[in-house]
């Protein structure tokens, strides 16, 4: 959430985090507080128009992670010209979408809490985007809350603490995460907003989990899903973890058939063409009640995502010498599968 925090802050943390660990950091930002004002003014006192700034925070953000210039009196240590991390946008609204688009960056929708607006963010991203410096062609993430268990009563029953957990959020009344209930006390219109927010949310043993996650991406056709899973007991939520894991590994070996959509017009119908795409989960841990502290556990059950390397290339310059550059990443491309 960057109007939180202080951008040389986020260029020095994320600069270490990208040194120590290469090609394993991912730099997520959003343009809302993500919490209550008070919260808010006690992590950066300055918020007078830090949502109206966010292009230009993230513009500056990237300038720290580039090559200093002459005469640049201020560079991020670590950080300035590792050219990393991969940024991403985060989003709710069409804002980010429309952002992301315009800064040719890689973007992510929290459709595992507010789904409403999923499907057209990801058509206007889609087809307003600009190939940058990193990314020659749009790439998207979605949100999904996965609930597995060994069978579908106990999965609902799991379910239940991030039912109350909104419940609360529309109360006013947030606080940490509860254990799971056999009846929830909520009135109809509750009942509604709530399943209305969690509709991005797939609940049941492995064969429904397969069935949903397959849902999400033909109807989304997403790059990448992020998997988060809000259950009471550790060990529970672990296996949860496994059980879409193991779902991951089966949809990875399907040789993938599922097509892209290529908007042609603002009132024509989707075009649709083979992508060849393999598409890659992530697991979210939230490891306690904050709306903005999602931790990624990367090696989490069976090594959930595996990157490929950053492809090189070589050019002549005209004096003879010979350049390699990292070349921009290329999502998708038609080798070997990621996973699913």
């Not at 120590?20 to 006192?45: K, N, S, V």
């Not at 849902?215 to 259950?231: G, H, N, Y």
Request: glycine share 6%; hydrophobic share 40%.
């Amino acid at each position: 959430m960057l109007p939180n925090h202080a951008l040389l802050v986020i260029a020095e943390q994320f600069g270490t985090l990208a040194s120590l660990f290469p090609e394993r950091i991912d730099l997520g930002l959003g343009r809302a507080p993500g919490t209550d004002q008070t919260t808010a003014r006690a992590l950066r006192r300055d918020l007078v128009g830090s949502a109206e700034s966010f292009p230009d925070d993230v513009a500056e953000l990237q300038r720290f992670f580039g090559d200093p210039v002459e005469g640049q009196r201020m560079c991020a240590v670590p950080g300035a010209g590792l050219h990393v991390p991969p940024i991403w946008l985060l989003g709710s609204s069409l804002f980010s979408a429309q952002l992301a688009a315009a800064m040719g960056l890689s973007f992510a929708f929290a459709s595992h809490f507010v789904p409403d607006y999923l499907l057209t963010a990801l058509q206007v991203y889609c087809s307003q985007f600009r190939p940058s410096a990193t990314l020659d062609k749009p790439y998207a993430m979605v949100g999904v809350n996965v609930f597995a268990a060994d069978n579908a009563a106990e999965a609902q029953f799991l379910f239940t603490s991030l039912q109350q957990q909104f419940i609360n959020l529309r109360r006013g009344t947030p606080g940490q995460l509860l254990p799971p209930v056999e009846s929830i006390a909520w009135t109809e219109a509750e009942r509604a907003g709530v399943e209305d927010s969690l509709a991005c949310s797939v609940v049941g043993d492995r064969a429904d989990v397969e069935a949903g996650l397959c849902s999400v991406i033909e109807q989304t056709q997403a790059d990448e899903l992020i998997v988060t899973a809000q259950i009471f007991d550790h060990r529970a939520r672990l296996r949860s973890f496994e059980i879409t894991a193991q779902v991951r590994e089966t949809l990875g070996a399907i040789p993938l058939r599922w097509t892209r959509p290529v908007l042609t017009g603002n009132n024509e119908a989707p075009e649709r063409r083979p992508s060849g795409c393999a598409l890659r989960v992530r697991f979210s841990y939230l490891l306690r009640y904050s709306p903005s502290l999602h931790v990624h556990a990367r090696a989490t059950c069976m090594h959930v995502e595996r990157r490929r390397p950053r492809e090189k290339t070589t050019t002549t310059s005209q004096d003879g010498r010979k350049n390699v550059h990292a070349e921009k990443r290329r999502h998708g491309s038609h080798d070997a599968p990621d996973g699913i």
